[in-house]
């Protein structure tokens, strides 16, 4: 079947809150404002329970079909926006200096509640629909913090699955894959120290500078000589910072950066060689080397048996020839935790000729809406199935 007509019909009330919740950006847990007018449109559709505070500022809404029994599946969907200056003309721009939804969650958000309010007033289903929004995707693991307060045992989830806008997947399209589909993310700290001298005599100092650089080249030895080359893994130094004029050697230098894989295994081989790179090469330099490696993120892991079940869904919305297969992307996503703890899938939506996910000038595309909802709805439906 074709975009839920009900769906359609809701076009552009969905719309008018998508760009409520994009004119008003809030950062990880402190979404306040959003979840506030996320919770009252839950309990005026008339879901039966509407939950606040869950994984600090969570929200949940149940929905119950007509029949008793059945299985109760989770709708998940982010509400945070990023810290970045948005650089877009739109009549419902950033009204908040700094923050931006540059990811598209005002989207993800405002499609799960028209799937709610459409869900609430039909319940053409049997067991339960469980609406989840989430803080904190950005870095704040509100996945998880939603999960240290109970969520699935709560509600008794039994399956939970997610969707992301995808820029440069045409409209009205949908690419997913089963097994690892996002990467685990970890992060690299180093502050190196060394001894600091004038320019002109580098022999009285250990050049921290010369050392950060050699750490930087020597990291990569470890994707091109120590890993698989089929296995998928990005070692990024994206921070150097050392020095402050342009004749003396810096006593002291920071680098930061993150290191992504798809397998446990080798998330595992990229900590411990990292550690011995980083403090093999100050020692061979004669610097001090603090490492700080902290970890992330997850892989996320698609279930085999759910991502063709959400395939064949997304396939009734958009035609099977319009939903691909996609390879694996080296960003990281928390829900990857929820995937962990039940059997589900995330799925891709297309969001067409897009500015890319975390540019200023990224916008969700309204013409999405019909086709995520329509999902959202037809995946409750179908997996609640009398």
Request: glycine content about 10%.
């Amino acid at each position: 079947m074709p975009i839920v007509n009900r769906v359609a019909d809701l076009h552009s009330e969905i719309t008018a809150w998508r760009h409520d919740f994009h004119a008003h950006p809030e950062l990880l847990y402190d979404v306040h404002r959003t979840a506030a007018s996320v919770a009252e449109k839950l309990k005026s559709f008339g879901c039966d329970e509407v939950a606040t505070g869950i994984g600090r500022t969570g929200v949940v809404g149940v929905i119950r079909g007509r029949k008793t029994g059945g299985k109760v599946v989770g709708l998940r969907a982010d509400m945070d926006a990023l810290p970045i200056e948005e650089e877009t003309n739109l009549p419902y721009k950033s009204t908040v200096p700094g923050k931006m939804h540059a990811c598209g969650h005002d989207g993800h958000t405002a499609m799960l509640l028209g799937a709610a309010k459409y869900l609430a007033d039909t319940r053409n289903f049997a067991g339960t629909a469980i609406v989840i929004f989430q803080p904190a995707e950005e870095g704040g693991a509100g996945a998880r913090a939603m999960l240290k307060d109970g969520l699935l045992d709560r509600f008794g989830i039994e399956e939970v699955f997610g969707m992301h806008n995808y820029p440069g997947l045409p409209v009205g399209q949908f690419a997913i894959t089963s097994g690892p589909v996002m990467a685990s993310t970890d992060t690299i700290a180093i502050n190196l120290e060394g001894i600091g001298a004038h320019a002109a005599w580098p022999h009285a100092g250990v050049d921290t500078i010369l050392v950060g650089a050699q750490i930087v080249n020597q990291l990569q030895s470890i994707v091109s000589r120590n890993v698989d080359p089929l296995e998928p893994v990005v070692i990024s130094i994206c921070m150097f910072q050392g020095g402050y004029t342009d004749n003396v050697i810096p006593q002291h230098v920071q680098l930061r950066g993150t290191a992504r894989s798809l397998s446990p295994v080798v998330r595992e081989l990229l900590q411990k060689r990292v550690r011995e790179i980083v403090e093999g090469t100050a020692r061979l330099y004669g610097a001090k080397a603090d490492l700080t490696y902290t970890t992330g993120y997850p892989v996320l892991v698609n279930d085999e048996d759910k991502t063709q079940f959400a395939a064949a869904v997304a396939g009734e919305i958009a035609g099977k020839d319009k939903v691909q297969h996609c390879p694996p992307r080296m960003g990281a996503e928390d829900f990857a935790y929820m995937l962990q703890e039940r059997p589900g899938a995330f799925i891709w939506l297309g969001n067409g000729d897009s500015a890319g996910l975390h540019h200023p000038a990224y916008n969700f595309n309204d013409a999405a809406i019909p086709v995520g909802t329509s999902y959202w709805v037809r995946l409750a439906e179908m997996a609640l199935a009398s």
